[in-house]
């Protein structure tokens, strides 16, 4: 499979408790994915190992077959994956469109192309008219939309989104989690840790985790 | 598949330009930073070039030798001029009183000199170059003379004056002596040699060597007793604090790009989750500090000129020289560390980076 872990377990420090335990995974590529479970479960741990934010204490993260290493992780975190945090994490000085740009920028696309993209994947969200303005003024709502513009425009392998309508209503949750999944590129996956049934219920796949361990939807 | 070179640089300047007070508060602590370092360095330089000056032309390295009842050589005493350390020397000998019609009288000192010791006495100015007279200044006040006029000891031809020496530093009471430029071929009651700084020390030391030959029991003696002078401006200026300021200087630059790029953790750590590496991060950094540097040097390094102008004298081009190169220094190492703040800030787990807000 594309996305696989095999035996993963991760603290953050010696003598920490485990935040995951022995997770064996699959993830093919374009599949909508859901990760479900309580706060403190290990969800976004799981998601920072999946998108190689964080190297596991144990286990291996494998690509295509390939096991990652901690040294071609950066490589492979720009060529395969994108990200949509909880917090809309953005540039706030700097516009909606270059915030759009920045991944396209991260692969070595030319300023002007990335822009020409993430102009329209800014309109394809329904923030075109936001493009100028800067990060910092835009709403809630319309900077998760930003971020989720920035992940579409490089066509990553997977989108990786935590929680990412955590902090909005009910009305720009059904928004924003549309413009994630329905507006995603063929053949993009998107892997959501979310708490929201009705987003999880517009994934193929729900992942359920318990105190750090998967309880249904793994299936190594 | 990563960042290009020119759009990581321009992503560095888009981010100076995108917080302008940020930007500003950077530019005016670097600016206040260099220009106070570049600053200290003129006041003192110059501080101590004026006394270094004063020093020299009160005879701080002027050696007087003689021999006892009288007898130097005044040949081998103008023999010293040209020899390396040495600026000028010649000798004098008294040729008793004198008076002159215009001031039935008045007792004047006369003496005989060799054209060296002009320079010796009177460093301002060249005279003993024509065969006249030179007078002291409080004499040429109470006779009316100038160089150019006739005048005549009692009793003797008329010679006119070449000159009136100023000797107010280097031997006053010369102001009312009358003296006539002779050859050095004879001897002479003293020989006077002015070193240069830094041969001084050496030359005394072998001054009496040189007259041991043809004189009995030649002494030497500083025309200044050393304990005359309380400083010492070489080692005032090789102890002086802000010679190290170009490492504390970037040092404290440093610390305050550290506590900026703190504030930035969550912007860093987005860059890092896009694939971003931390030498990147740097190069990025590099091109965001980079122009605020530069700029805060060239501000700083000016304002600091401008006010050595304003306070007192002019900045001599070596003590400039001094200055701008204890402050370029400081900001040649801020640029090296500066770059740095926020891959440092960076380091550890990219998705704490990310929590920080």
């Known amino acids: ?220 | 598949m990563t960042w290009r070179l020119s759009a990581l640089i321009e992503e560095g300047i888009a981010n100076l330009g995108a917080s302008a007070f940020r930007s500003a508060l950077l530019l005016f602590v670097s600016a206040a930073a260099f220009g106070s370092l570049a600053y200290l360095e003129l006041r003192q330089g110059m501080e101590l070039t004026e006394f270094t000056r004063d020093f020299r032309e009160g005879g701080a390295y002027v050696a007087i030798a003689s021999v006892p009842g009288g007898g130097i050589s005044g040949t081998r005493c103008e023999s010293l001029n040209g020899r390396p350390g040495v600026v000028a020397a010649g000798a004098w000998r008294s040729t008793g009183q004198a008076t002159f019609p215009t001031a039935p009288g008045v007792l004047f000192q006369a003496a005989s000199v060799t054209p060296g010791i002009l320079r010796v006495w009177d460093p301002g100015q060249l005279l003993g170059t024509g065969p006249g007279l030179v007078v002291g200044p409080a004499m040429a006040g109470e006779l009316g003379l100038r160089a150019g006029l006739i005048a005549a000891f009692e009793g003797d031809e008329p010679v006119s004056v070449s000159g009136v020496g100023d000797f107010s530093k280097r031997n006053p009471q010369a102001a009312r002596w009358a003296l006539s430029p002779v050859s050095p071929a004879g001897e002479f009651d003293e020989c006077w040699v002015e070193f240069e700084p830094g041969a001084y020390e050496a030359g005394r030391e072998t001054l009496a060597a040189r007259f041991a030959e043809s004189s009995a029991d030649p002494a030497v003696r500083p025309y200044r007793r050393s304990d005359e002078f309380t400083r010492d401006p070489a080692g005032e200026w090789s102890s002086r604090p802000q010679k190290l300021g170009w490492i504390a200087v970037p040092v404290g630059l440093f610390g305050f790009g550290l506590v900026a790029a703190w504030f930035r953790r969550a912007e860093a750590g987005l860059y890092l989750a896009m694939g971003t590496r931390r030498a990147q991060l740097a190069l990025m950094g590099a091109s965001e500090s980079w122009p605020l540097v530069a700029a805060a040097w060239g501000l700083g390094f000016s304002y600091a000129v401008a006010a050595q102008f304003l306070r007192s004298a002019d900045p001599t081009v070596e003590v400039l020289r001094h200055a701008a190169v204890t402050s370029g220094s400081a900001a040649l190492l801020a640029l090296a560390m500066l770059p740095w703040a926020g891959a440092l800030v960076a380091r550890g787990s990219i998705a704490s980076l990310l929590k920080d807000r």
Request: some cysteine; charged content about 20%; overall charge positive.
């Open chain 1, 1 to 220: 499979m594309p996305l696989t872990l095999r035996g993963v377990s991760h603290r953050y420090g010696p003598g920490m408790p485990w935040v995951v335990r022995g997770i064996d995974l699959d993830i093919g590529d374009g599949e909508l994915v859901a990760l479900m479970g309580p706060s403190g479960s290990g969800k976004t741990t799981l998601l920072s190992i999946l998108g190689l934010l964080t190297h596991p204490a144990e286990g291996a993260v494998l690509l295509d077959g390939e096991p990652v290493r901690q040294r071609t992780a950066a490589k492979r975190r720009t060529t395969e994956f994108a990200w949509v945090f909880q917090t809309a994490n953005a540039l706030l000085r700097r516009t909606a469109l270059e915030n759009a740009s920045l991944q396209l920028l991260a692969r070595g696309a030319a300023r002007q192309s990335a822009h020409a993209v993430a102009a329209a994947e800014l309109e394809r969200v329904g923030v075109g008219h936001l493009a100028a303005r800067p990060a910092r003024l835009l709403s809630g709502g319309e900077l998760q939309r930003v971020c989720i513009a920035r992940a579409l425009a490089a066509a990553p392998r997977w989108i990786l989104a935590d929680e990412p309508t955590g902090q909005l209503d009910h009305a720009t949750t059904l928004e924003v989690s549309a413009a994630l999944m329905a507006g995603r590129p063929i053949g993009t996956g998107v892997i959501i840790a979310t708490h929201d049934p009705e987003v999880a219920h517009r994934c193929g796949r729900v992942i359920r985790l318990v105190d750090g361990a998967v309880v249904a939807g793994g299936g190594a």
